[in-house]
T-cell receptor, first 115, second 108 residues
Framework: DTGVSQDPRHKITKRGQNVTFRCDPI?????LYWYRQTLGQGPEFLTYFQNEAQLEKSRLLSDRFSAERPKGSFSTLEIQRTEQGDSAMYLC?????????????FGQGTRLTVV | GQQVMQIPQYQHVQEGEDFTTYCNSS?????IQWYKQRPGGHPVFLIQLVKSGEVKKQKRLTFQFGEAKKNSSLHITATQTTDVGTYFCATGANNLFFGTGTRLTVIP
């Protein structure tokens, strides 16, 4: 297994457009997390899945953001009507679960620039 | 979600000097994880602590979990240029919340 992969690595979009990012976790990992990170800040929690169930969503996540993990494998994060403030690195991570938190493996991230 | 604060925000050290970053919470934590993020890279897991007063070592790195499970520290002995990066603590019973990080610069 090559680890967590994210696609695309970079995305430039015009304000108001919709974007979708994909994350392929490590195959045997049940948990999948999405984070947003801006320059000089720590990863900000967005949401996480246990298999296909979305168990928690940050209060900071507006209704323009939606995430899915339809078959409990890969996940997508969609941002509708993008705004300049959405520009950030979007990180995906996966880990074994659910009994207790274990090591989270991060992907390389998708860098979004909204112009 | 649980919040953890890290201090200092930045630290510049001369190569060979020691470095410590602290992670603090106002509530009891179920666990603490530590990650390192190199410039331009993604966070990479270093270690997890779960027991009160736990101490773990990885070569020049020493990790501690406070007796009250409200704070943790990461200490690097004799820093090297390869230690450069941002060190994050993270915690959570089910999800995983990250601290603000300490950015370490090592001057050769």
């Amino acid at each position: 297994d090559t680890g967590v992969s994210q696609d695309p690595r970079h995305k430039i979009t015009k304000r108001g457009q919709n974007v979708t990012f994909r994350c392929d976790p490590i195959s045997e990992h049940n948990r999948l997390y999405w984070y947003r990170q801006t320059l000089g800040q720590g990863p900000e929690f967005l949401t996480y899945f246990q298999n296909e169930a979305q168990l928690e969503k940050s209060r900071l996540l507006s209704d323009r953001f939606s995430a899915e993990r339809p078959k409990g494998s890969f996940s997508t994060l969609e941002i509708q009507r993008t705004e300049q403030g959405d520009s950030a690195m979007y990180l995906c991570a996966s880990s074994l679960g659910p009994a207790k938190n274990t090591e989270a493996f991060f992907g390389q991230g998708t860098r979004l620039t909204v112009v | 979600g649980q919040q953890v604060m890290q201090i200092p925000q930045y630290q510049h050290v001369q190569e060979g000097e020691d470095f410590t970053t602290y992670c603090n919470s106002s509530t009891t934590l179920s666990n603490i994880q530590w990650y390192k993020q190199r410039p331009g890279g993604h966070p990479v897991f270093l270690i997890q602590l779960v027991k009160s007063g736990e101490v773990k070592k990885q070569k020049r790195l020493t990790f501690q979990f406070g007796e009250a499970k409200k704070n943790s520290s990461l200490h690097i002995t004799a820093t090297q240029t390869t230690d450069v990066g941002t060190y994050f603590c993270a915690t959570g019973a089910n999800n995983l919340f990250f601290g603000t990080g300490t950015r370490l610069t090592v001057i050769p």
